[in-house]
Structure formats: structure tokens, C-alpha cells
């Protein structure tokens, strides 16, 4: 290698300080979507286990 090339990690540390830190743009959307399911798929689950014992682990 010459002296003129860029190691990797030097041109991350270069690039870094460039973009600044990022965020993400979905940031929480996703989890605030999908509770309700989540939410809903649990009282399925609870409400078609066959047995107490069932559903006590389903819950």
C-alpha cells in the first residue's frame, strides 16, 4: 500500500464525523403498530388454551 491510501477505519472515522449520529426514521411507529396485535394474539391465545394450566402458561 502507498502512503496516499485511506485505511477503512480511518475513513469511518472520517465519514462519522461528516453525517453526524442518525435516527432512525421509524423510530416507536413500528412497536406502536404492532402492540394492538400483539395485544390481541395473546387473548386468542389465552382463549383457545385447553385447560387452566394452559391457560395460566399462556398468559
Known amino acids: 500500500m502507498t502512503a ?3 485505511q ?3 475513513l469511518g ?3 462519522s464525523g461528516k453525517l453526524g449520529p442518525l435516527k432512525p ?3 416507536g411507529w413500528l412497536h406502536a403498530g404492532t402492540f394492538p396485535l400483539a395485544t390481541a394474539a395473546g387473548i386468542v391465545l389465552i382463549c383457545l388454551a ?3 394450566s ?3 402458561a399462556a398468559a
Do not use: D, V
Open 4 to 6: 496516499s491510501s485511506t
Open 8 to 10: 477503512p477505519h480511518e
Open 13 to 15: 472515522h472520517r465519514l
Open 50 to 52: 385447553p385447560g387452566a
Open 54 to 56: 394452559a391457560r395460566w
Open 25 to 27: 426514521k421509524l423510530r
